[in-house]
């Protein structure tokens, strides 16, 4: 059973770094699929924010591209997100999810992690 | 950025009735949709892809339909279990997935 599970810290300074991990288990990152990161701000809808493939090739929302980075660590069997410069506007739960698709097209997310809420403050 | 607009954004519907949700896509995605079921707290569920496929696991009252811009999702008879927000979300291509606002259907 593939099961994810986000983990980093739930308040984040304005201007700062937010930065998130999503370990994944009952599958190999390295045996395929693609792992991306979704945002939702309290009561509103979800917003993308980018993929990675275990090979390191990136995939970012053009809205958030200049912020974002995202990382895989396959030793480790996991991946991270780190957004720069945050503001509140940045507030939301963040979640990490397994899609698949290939160099051509992405495809539907089928296994979410629970999600971690993330509230930048001061 | 292809947008996705959700109708309505609320649906009141009886236990055991029919629901519709329609999404529509400001260009085409060919069959390149999906929806989702969202309950409060939890991470959304993916019901149907390729516009019209059911998830494992997912119980055959749920039916995805359309291609191009127009997509509907039914619900053939609501359990209550199925009261949740549902959002679909095209993944044409790399340049941006987005999702619609979400639908939230309540009991009436």
């Known amino acids: 059973q593939v099961q994810l599970q986000e983990s980093g810290p739930g308040l984040v300074k304005p201007s700062e770094t937010l930065s998130l991990t999503c370990a994944v288990s009952g599958y190999s990152i390295s045996s395929g699929y693609y792992w991306g990161w979704i945002r939702q701000p309290p009561g509103k809808g979800l917003e993308w924010i980018g993929s990675?493939?275990?090979?390191?090739?990136?995939y970012y929302n053009p809205s958030l591209k200049s912020r974002v980075t995202i990382s895989v660590d396959t030793s480790k069997n996991q991946f991270s997100l780190k957004l720069s410069s945050v503001t509140a506007a940045d507030t939301a739960v963040y979640y990490c999810a397994r899609h698949g698709g290939s160099y051509y097209s992405p495809d539907a997310f089928d296994i979410w992690g629970q999600g971690t809420m993330v509230t930048v403050s001061s | 950025e292809i947008v996705m607009t959700q109708s309505p954004a609320t649906l009141s519907v009886s236990p055991g009735e029919r629901a519709t949700l329609s999404c529509r896509a400001s260009q085409s995605v060919s069959s390149n949709l999906a929806w989702y079921q969202q309950k409060p707290g939890q991470a959304p569920r993916l019901l149907i892809y390729?516009?019209?496929t059911r998830a494992t696991g997912i119980p055959a009252r749920f039916s995805g339909s359309g291609s191009g811009t127009e997509f509907t999702l039914t619900i053939s008879s609501l359990q209550s279990e199925d009261f949740a927000v549902y959002y679909c979300q095209q993944y044409n291509n790399w340049l941006s997935l987005t999702f619609g606002g979400g639908t939230k259907v309540e009991i009436k």
């Open positions: 390729g516009a019209s």
């Open positions: 990675i493939y275990h090979s390191g090739s990136t």
